[in-house]
């Protein structure tokens, strides 16, 4: 089901122009042709499960996550608003890079792979994230990257290893941002990417940067 509105011009085509081709990689029903503004929150008491949950700009739950299974898999699963499985996020705790994989729904079976993610070198002063789609297997080139500083929550999404971005996270510097504190930054998704995909990557990000309380 479609959760997307049309949202007023705080992000507009002129400034996020689309993309030639479609990028869809949970699902093409996340593809929207307009910029989406998101905000990504943390660690709200009002959320009935899990600490992670992202909001359109109106506040209304778009995804949030849940679960969390001490062993050799660590998985979480990450909903929309009515609690329909979207993909499950499985992180293999004995790895180097912190290598994640994202499977379809609630399987964590190989043949509902969609994609993997992990830490480009073990230590990093700076953010960067290495995709790979699962018709990738061999993982020379990354199918996408992400790069940028969690701290200041300002990371950028990348196609391959070209330049072109997908989607930007920021802090949204307003009343309402100082109100809720520093636990909500925003996310603008380009014109025809998939937003179910940044959202499970910046889930993943914080996994990485704040596994001991990432419920």
């Known amino acids: 089901m479609e959760h997307v509105q049309a949202y007023p011009p705080s992000a507009t085509p002129s400034a996020y122009p689309a993309l030639a081709t479609r990028v869809s990689v949970i699902g093409p029903q996340y593809c929207y042709p307009q910029p989406i503004d998101l905000a990504v929150v943390r660690k709200v008491l009002t959320i009935s499960e899990g600490k992670f949950a992202v909001t359109d700009i109106y506040g209304n739950i778009m995804f949030k996550t849940k679960g969390k299974f001490f062993s050799i898999h660590d998985r979480r699963l990450l909903t929309d608003a009515a ?101 909500k930054f925003m996310v603008t998704i380009y014109p025809n990417v998939d937003y179910a995909f940044v959202v499970a990557l910046i889930a993943i990000l914080d996994g990485i940067n704040n596994d001991d309380d990432f419920e």
């Open 83 to 183: 609690g329909n499985p979207v993909c499950t996020l499985r992180h293999k705790i004995m790895t180097v890079h912190d290598r994640w994989q994202v499977f379809r729904g609630e399987s964590t079976e190989e043949k509902d792979l969609i994609f993997t993610a992990k830490r480009s070198s073990m230590i990093q002063l700076q953010t960067k994230l290495h995709v790979f789609l699962v018709t990738n297997p061999k993982e020379d080139v990354c199918d996408f990257r992400m790069e940028g500083s969690w701290l200041e929550r300002s990371c950028f999404i990348y196609s391959r290893e070209r330049n072109t971005i997908l989607a930007q996270m920021h802090k949204k510097c307003s009343v309402e941002s100082e109100f809720l504190g520093k636990d």
